[in-house]
T-cell receptor, first 118, second 111 residues
Framework: DVKVTQSSRYLVKRTGEKVFLECVQDMDHENMFWYRQDPGLGLRLIYFSYDVKMKEKGDIPEGYSVSREKKERFSLILESASTNQTSMYLC?????????????????FGDGTRLSIL | KQEVTQIPAALSVPEGENLVLNCSFTDSAIYNLQWFRQDPGKGLTSLLLIQSSQREQTSGRLNASLDKSSGRSTLYIAASQPGDSATYLCAVSGTASKLTFGTGTRLQVTL
């Protein structure tokens, strides 16, 4: 089974802090994704990476950056946290052996990090 | 811009009943459609993925269909059980790996 592990289930930070959310997958997947989930808005894509050191903006990248230095790890960075970034953050990975940007393999999700910015 | 709608937002059924969850999308130029399950406070579990060239996929008591031309998919759950209680999400994949999600149907199966 695919295992996607997010470093924290719950996290509380203060406005203006730099926040790091970590995600690790154990299946050697090429593609990795960061989403946020908000009531009434569903899941929205923040950033994705289809290979090491590669990244693409999703629908709501403002206020976020990402890092993918190793294949198994994809980090989401909140440069200066704000209260409107309080949310549930979900990481996902997907097998894409040909490093294609579109794939018919399913995305596999971690359990999420519930982030509160005070 | 792709929009995905799931109706109803919530559904309660007695155990043993067969049920259908609906998903509609506005842009039929999709690559695939995926159904997920989400338990409270948890991440998403992939249930079924239907490629754009396929009409349906089955896994155990679950059957998902896709009518791309009309922008619709259904998830059929046979002989529902209390353990099926969860939120069910559908998501469509267009170009560039983006999944666009619906807001889900919250299902409760009662004893």
């Amino acid at each position: 089974d695919v295992k996607v592990t997010q470093s924290s289930r719950y996290l509380v930070k203060r406005t203006g802090e730099k926040v790091f959310l970590e995600c690790v997958q154990d299946m050697d997947h090429e593609n990795m994704f960061w989403y946020r989930q908000d009531p009434g808005l569903g899941l929205r894509l923040i950033y994705f990476s289809y290979d090491v050191k590669m990244k693409e903006k999703g629908d709501i990248p403002e206020g976020y950056s990402v890092s993918r230095e190793k294949k198994e790890r994809f980090s989401l960075i909140l440069e200066s946290a704000s209260t409107n970034q309080t949310s549930m953050y979900l990481c996902a990975s997907r097998n894409s052996p040909f490093r294609e940007t579109v794939s018919n393999q399913p995305q596999h999700f971690g359990d999420g990090t519930r982030l509160s910015i005070l | 811009k792709q929009e995905v709608t799931q109706i109803p937002a919530a559904l309660s059924v007695p155990e043993g009943e067969n049920l259908v969850l609906n998903c509609s999308f506005t842009d039929s130029a999709i690559y695939n459609l995926q159904w997920f399950r989400q338990d409270p406070g948890k991440g998403l579990t992939s249930l079924l993925l239907i490629q754009s060239s396929q009409r349906e996929q089955t896994s155990g008591r679950l059957n998902a269909s896709l009518d791309k031309s009309s922008g619709r998919s259904t998830l059929y759950i046979a002989a529902s059980q209390p353990g099926d209680s969860a939120t069910y999400l559908c998501a469509v994949s267009g170009t560039a790996s983006k999944l666009t999600f619906g807001t889900g149907t919250r299902l409760q199966v009662t004893l």
